[in-house]
């Protein structure tokens, strides 16, 4: 199995620019999260989906939006990207039950706006 | 709100020395607490958890995470340091409700000296 598979690992963006990065998974969780990680301030969630058709923003969700059309896949959209976006971002599932499953990440995309 | 303080940036060990990374937290109910490593440039690996039951709890590569309720803490320990052991360590407690979300604490660097 893969697990959790992020693309692009690395991305140079300028400003004002958008681009999609990419999770999928193949361990067929229903959960699915969004996290950046800056230096010293742990990880922070962006948005979260509990399963196909169903997305709800977390802590820091402005600047971004998702969609989950199918179990497998996450995609994460930065519409008019900003210097403050720039961080690694991560991905990661769960299952469902029983509650308290322990998440799954990918490698991570690391983003850099210029 | 649910929160986990994470209060040392970096701890630094001899190798063959026991170690201890130190977790606080607070919650409204009970806690479900976990704790991830994450080696440079990878995504955060799952090490333990706790939920219910003894308050000494086993995992990966010979970690173990003590829970103390009275003292509202959680922290992660090892009998005998290896250099290997070396990463960033995340605690982390589940935000309750019906998902899974977890909220992370800042992080400590653990560095094993040879």
């Known amino acids: 199995n893969a697990g959790v598979t992020q693309t692009p690992k690395f991305r140079i963006l300028k400003i004002g620019q958008s681009m999609t990065l990419q999770c999928a998974q193949d361990m067929n969780h229903n959960y699915m999260y969004w996290y950046r990680q800056d230096p010293g301030m742990g990880l922070k969630l962006i948005y979260y989906?509990?399963?196909?058709?169903?997305?709800d923003k977390g802590e820091v969700p402005n600047g971004y939006n998702v969609s989950r059309s199918t179990t497998e896949d996450f995609p994460l959209r930065l519409e008019l990207a900003a210097p403050s976006q720039t961080s690694v971002y991560f991905c990661a599932s769960s299952l469902t039950v029983p509650q308290g499953q322990p998440q799954h990440f990918g490698d991570g995309t690391r983003l850099s706006i210029l | 709100a649910q929160s986990v303080a994470q209060p040392e940036d970096q701890v630094n060990v001899a190798e063959g020395n026991p170690l201890t990374v130190k977790c606080t937290y607070s919650?409204?109910?009970?806690?479900?607490l976990f704790w991830y490593v994450q080696y440079p440039n990878r995504g955060l690996q799952f090490l333990l958890k706790?939920?219910?039951?003894?308050?000494l709890v086993k995992g990966s590569y010979g970690f173990e995470a003590e829970f103390n309720k009275s003292q509202t803490s959680f922290h992660l320990k090892k009998p005998s340091a290896l250099v290997s052991d070396s990463a960033l360590y995340f605690c982390?407690?589940?935000?309750?409700?019906?998902?899974?979300?977890?909220?992370f604490g800042t992080g400590t660097r653990l560095q094993v000296f040879p």
């Open positions: 982390a407690v589940r935000d309750g409700g019906n998902t899974d979300k977890l909220i």
């Open positions: 919650v409204s109910g009970n806690p479900y």
């Open positions: 706790y939920i219910t039951g003894d308050n």
């Open positions: 989906s509990v399963g196909a058709g169903i997305t």
